[in-house]
């Protein structure tokens, strides 16, 4: 008897589900870097055949490469800091004597030299961080860098349109990079705005449904802006009016620190820039040959992140510096869900003497977060890490500090998402002045915090703690 013309659509159908199902289950066996993660993806793929496959491909598929080497020719990131390491030798052998190994690792990790003769100043909120960024705008005479996860097209946000858009009309090279999730946070979106006014722009893995995205859970997060070469602006913070004080004299609604960069890391900065040009489909050409004037004492490098072929560099030097901590690790930030490795460095930092402090928001942008934070807060408690909770606005500022000595100064939270899944940079600082000022803004900071101890996470109700444990097990989707 043939078979009818449904049963073979059904027989194909079901081959093609079977295949796509083993398709799925295979990729995350061969891919995913956590057993837990690969058994639960494999599972979902086989029990869920065709939703699980497309949730593996949107959500699970968490690698991509970047492909800016090839993309950049001239402009290849690793040909570059050759050229810059044969041009500015390493400046280890001018930072303390004990810290050394943490700038070999450091080299070893980024690839990048460390560099002497930088300045890098914090600013305060945007109350001090915009208008300085927006004179560096006005006084551009080459070419204006620009990337930034959010970026509101109303009120500062309006500001910036209206200089990017007259430093384009006077002959500056002038390009932006969106990432093109965060660009929705704000409506309208700024990309319309910039691009009528003539600004090169471009988003970072744009979302598309034909053919479809399928990487949109990984997301550019860093915060650049260059100028010419001389100078840089890096840091946790958005382009937002949120982030000034309100008319009525009120702090502004979110709090958070930026940095100025002025010196031979600049370079560094805006090579990260260009590669990330280079990979949203922006043409490169080969980078001029920049020597930023030395401007300070600092010795500096860039340390990159992401899911590409840069995973886990941050974390490595996390995990380094906390180890060869002598007496203080201080730590903020809004996010903080780190991963095991990071839990036990601190913990084991904290059992050998040395003081570690963890601030968080007491008001987080998003309170699951928080709740997700304090049920993984027991083992440190116990270790004798000092937790406290700001009392206040929310607090953004992404803040690493050891020793008063070593910083860092990036877009990085200490959490899945910024170092699994998000494209991140930060600014590793030797400076005892930078130190001094970060230590001054982090213990006004702490006098504003309560603490939280041991007796408090226990005196949790039920609920509180079946809450806080569901949000725990979603953290690495959050």
């Known amino acids: 008897m043939p078979m009818s013309a449904d049963t073979l659509l059904y027989l194909v159908l079901t081959a093609l589900s079977l295949a796509g199902s083993l398709y799925g289950a295979g990729q995350a066996l061969l891919n995913s870097q956590d057993p837990r993660s690969a058994a639960a993806w494999v599972a979902i793929c086989l029990f869920l055949p065709v939703a699980g496959l497309l949730l593996y491909l949107c959500f699970g598929k968490n690698r991509i490469r970047t492909r800016a080497r090839r993309l ?20 280890e052998h001018l930072i303390a004597p004990e810290y050394r190994n943490l700038a070999y690792l450091g080299r070893a990790t980024s690839g990048n030299a460390l560099l002497a003769g930088n300045a890098v100043e914090s600013l305060l909120n945007g109350d001090e961080a915009y208008p300085a960024m927006l004179e560096a705008i006005r006084g551009a005479r080459q070419f204006v860098h620009l990337s930034s996860y959010i970026f509101d097209a109303r009120g500062v946000g309006a500001e910036f349109v209206t200089a990017l858009a007259d430093a384009r009309a006077r002959g500056v090279e002038v390009q932006v990079i969106l990432d093109a999730v965060g660009e929705f946070y704000g409506l309208p979106r700024v990309g319309s705005a910039l691009e009528d006014a003539g600004v090169d722009v471009l988003r970072f893995l744009p979302l598309r449904i034909f053919p479809p995205t399928l990487g949109f859970n990984l997301r550019n997060h860093r915060k650049i802006l260059v100028i010419d070469g001389e100078l840089a602006f890096t840091g946790g913070m958005n382009i937002r009016t949120k982030h000034c004080s309100r008319p009525d004299g009120r702090p502004p609604r979110v709090l958070d620190l930026h940095f100025r960069v002025q010196g031979p890391v600049v370079a560094q900065i805006d090579e990260v820039f260009r590669a990330d040009w280079a990979f949203s489909g922006g043409a490169v050409p080969a980078p001029p040959v920049l020597h930023p004037a030395p401007a300070g004492d600092a010795e500096c490098r ?18 380094g510096a906390i180890s060869l901590a002598h007496t203080s690790i201080k730590i903020m930030t809004p996010y903080f869900l780190p991963p095991r490795e990071l839990t036990v460095a601190l913990q084991t930092a904290a059992l050998r003497g040395v003081q570690v402090t963890v601030i968080l928001p007491g008001t987080n942008n998003f309170a699951f977060m928080n709740w997700a934070a304090t049920h993984a807060l027991d083992g440190l408690l116990e270790a004798g890490v000092r937790i406290a909770f700001f009392q206040g606005p929310f607090v ?18 200490l959490d899945p998402r910024s170092l699994r899944l998000n494209f991140e940079m930060a600014v590793e600082v030797y400076d005892q002045a930078l130190g001094k000022r970060l230590a001054a803004h982090f213990a006004s900071s702490l006098a504003r915090s309560r603490p939280y101890l041991r007796a408090d996470w226990r005196r949790r109700g039920l609920l509180r703690r079946l809450r806080d444990a ?3 097990v979603l953290s690495p989707y959050l």
């Open 72 to 91: 950049h020719g001239a402009a290849d990131p690793a040909a570059a800091r050759e050229r810059l390491a044969m041009e500015s030798a390493d400046a």
């Open 302 to 319: 860039v340390i990159v992140d992401g899911p590409n072929e840069d995973l886990d560099k941050l974390l490595w030097v996390l995990v």
């Open 396 to 413: 953004h500022t992404k803040f690493f500090l050891v020793d008063d000595y070593y910083a860092h100064a990036g877009s990085s939270n």
């Open 470 to 472: 569901a949000f725990w």
